[in-house]
């Protein structure tokens, strides 16, 4: 530590005595050189006692603060920040916002610097003051903006995410829709979970508005309508979901199901089913299949359909529940045999994810519209395969 801090003394040095010395053609060569400041020397007595953050104080008084220097002291902080000592980049970054001989342009430099320190310092109401300053400056205002965005998402305030989600689409003239249409729908589940099912249906209907490619948006409409007794309307909305990203079957299925059971209508499910079966080769829809072709017709078609089935697309899963149905129809050594092979079978679904990111891989047993290892919307999805669908 204490060898790069005397590299940083070192550049302090050469930047001070460039700049005093030998950087302007306009004083007279007769004009004797300036001394170093004493801070500089306090500075080097601080290194050599181990007394770093002293030292690096020390240094930033000798290295005074002008045109020239401005961006020495940027690039000081921001090293600081990347190495992970953040407490030292906001000391120095804050000494700079503090400064009145800075020009606006070069204060707005230094506030975004200090805004993303406290960022990183986890300080997100002290970075969200600065970044709002620095909107009001007209100057880096869409970088401050989405870093406004970023905090109000981790803070999940999401009206004032919309807000500045808004006017960075206004400011940058990029397509929004699809995360503006998250942001509404988080607020639409805080108002169903708070029972308030007639809000969160105005407001899931405000998100499909602005994107109607949301499956997201679909299924929570369609969960609002189902849980307040609507399930002919829910039916409609859950089957928007084929149109608008098939892989997102295998949530929609289940929903489709209950509202036709709850609706009287369970002579259709058999059709529905086999008609996405047809078009997709759904896992989903083949379990939902067996389930009701064992209700209606008995085991041995479930048997029949599932076998059929994994002939033409293995799946773990399937087999799972094609053991299930047979453990029903075997007894004495055969069926041991197969309860050692559904152990088996699922201890290996156990270890298996049944989402993953198309981005960055993040496996996931549950469903989350932003991934939480890369913290991109919209790219977890299903897993397809022998694994999944």
Request: glycine share 6%; charged share 25%; net charge neutral.
């Amino acid at each position: 530590m204490c060898e790069f801090l005397l590299l940083l003394s070192l550049a302090a040095l050469l930047v001070w005595y460039t700049a005093r010395a030998g950087g302007s053609h306009a004083a007279s060569r007769s004009t004797p050189p300036k001394t170093l400041p004493a801070d500089y020397f306090k500075g080097l007595s601080y290194l050599g006692s181990e007394q770093p953050d002293k030292a690096i104080d020390s240094f930033i008084r000798a290295l005074e603060i002008d045109s020239d220097t401005i961006e020495t002291h940027l690039a000081l902080g921001n090293l600081y920040r990347r190495r992970g000592e953040v407490d030292r980049a906001i000391r120095i970054h804050q000494n700079l916002t503090s400064r009145p001989a800075l020009t606006l342009e070069q204060r707005a430099d230094a506030m975004l610097e200090l805004g993303q320190d406290y960022v990183s310092a986890g300080l997100l109401d002290r970075a969200e003051a600065w970044f709002r300053e620095l909107v009001d400056t007209h100057l880096h205002v869409a970088t401050a903006l989405a870093q406004l965005v970023e905090i109000y998402e981790r803070e999940q305030e999401w009206e004032s995410a919309i807000g500045a989600a808004r006017r960075l689409a206004e400011t940058t003239g990029e397509a929004w829709s699809p995360r503006l249409a998250h942001y509404y729908c988080q607020q639409a589940e805080r108002e169903q979970r708070a029972g308030k099912l007639e809000q969160a249906l105005g407001i899931v209907r405000q998100a499909y508005g602005l994107h109607r490619g949301s499956v997201r948006a679909s299924l929570l409409e369609g969960d609002i309508l189902a849980q307040s007794g609507e399930d002919a309307a829910a039916l409609t909305v859950y089957r928007r979901v084929e149109d608008q990203d098939p892989s997102f079957l295998s949530e929609a299925i289940p929903r489709i199901c209950g509202c036709f059971r709850r609706l009287g209508r369970t002579d259709e499910i058999g059709a529905f089913l086999r008609e996405i079966l047809n078009r997709y080769g759904s896992l989903t829809a083949t379990l939902a299949l067996a389930d009701h072709e064992q209700h209606v017709h008995g085991e041995a078609s479930a048997l029949q359909l599932l076998t059929e089935q994994l002939r033409r697309r293995p799946s773990l899963r399937g087999y799972q529940r094609l053991v299930e149905l047979k453990l029903l129809r075997t007894t004495g050594e055969c069926h041991e045999r197969l309860l050692i092979l559904r152990r088996l079978i699922t201890a290996l679904l156990a270890e298996r994810p049944v989402y993953q990111c198309q981005q960055c891989g993040f496996p996931a047993k549950s469903l989350h519209w932003k991934c939480p290892g890369c913290r991109h919307w919209d790219t977890i999805k299903p897993v397809q395969g022998i694994d999944g669908e």
